[in-house]
């Protein structure tokens, strides 16, 4: 069952260890100067970047949660509000993509969408994420491709 999990102390815990174990730095954070890889450093700013985007109130600009899959954290996902939009993310470690997983979490997503009043709901990937392009395509979204970007628009009244 996949369920999404609201970010906090513990879950962002849980939330480094899946990021650590299935995914590249460079795929759900800032770039980190150094050498590749989940260094300490890298850790240290994935926890602060989380802390500054969404657990200090003085700072926070998005909503997240941990998405997890009968019990085990398998990525994250979020909303952050644009005007009258709500912009979505969601990342999922390698060893559980293709299965699924993204699109319940973006029907999930959807639904916190609705309740927070949002207008439209909106993502972007990359014009070679044919995963995503075809998931956010079936959700109903108009895709706009500009180069490398593509975003997406899906009015929620």
Same mark, same amino acid.
């Given at each position: 069952?996949?369920?999404?999990?609201?970010? %906090? $102390?513990?879950?962002?815990?849980?939330?480094?260890?899946?990021?650590?174990?299935?995914? *590249?730095? @460079?795929?759900?954070?800032?770039?980190? $100067?150094?050498?590749?890889?989940? +260094?300490?450093?890298?850790?240290?700013?994935?926890? !602060?970047? &989380?802390?500054?985007? =969404? @657990?200090?109130?003085? +700072?926070?600009?998005?909503?997240?949660?941990?998405? *997890?899959? *009968?019990?085990?954290?398998?990525?994250?996902?979020? @909303?952050? #509000? &644009?005007?009258?939009?709500?912009?979505?993310?969601?990342?999922?470690?390698? %060893?559980? #993509? /293709?299965?699924?997983?993204?699109?319940?979490?973006?029907?999930?997503?959807?639904?916190?969408?609705?309740? =927070?009043?949002?207008? #439209?709901?909106?993502? =972007?990937? +990359?014009?070679?994420? &044919? =995963?995503?392009?075809? @998931?956010?395509?079936?959700? /109903?979204?108009?895709? +706009?491709?500009?180069?490398?970007?593509? !975003?997406? *628009?899906?009015?929620?009244?």
């Amino acid at each position: 069952m996949t369920v999404l999990t609201p970010l %906090d $102390e513990p879950a962002l815990v849980r939330l480094l260890e899946a990021a650590v174990a299935g995914a *590249d730095p @460079l795929e759900v954070m800032p770039p980190v $100067e150094g050498p590749p890889g989940w +260094t300490a450093a890298r850790r240290a700013a994935f926890l !602060a970047f &989380h802390h500054a985007r =969404s @657990l200090n109130p003085a +700072t926070a600009v998005e909503r997240t949660w941990v998405v *997890d899959v *009968d019990g085990v954290a398998v990525g994250a996902a979020r @909303l952050e #509000r &644009h005007g009258d939009a709500v912009e979505a993310g969601i990342w999922l470690r390698r %060893d559980v #993509r /293709g299965r699924g997983i993204g699109t319940q979490v973006t029907a999930l997503l959807l639904a916190e969408a609705q309740r =927070s009043g949002a207008a #439209r709901f909106i993502a =972007s990937t +990359t014009a070679d994420n &044919h =995963s995503a392009r075809s @998931l956010l395509g079936g959700i /109903g979204a108009a895709l +706009t491709v500009a180069g490398e970007e593509v !975003a997406a *628009d899906l009015p929620l009244s």
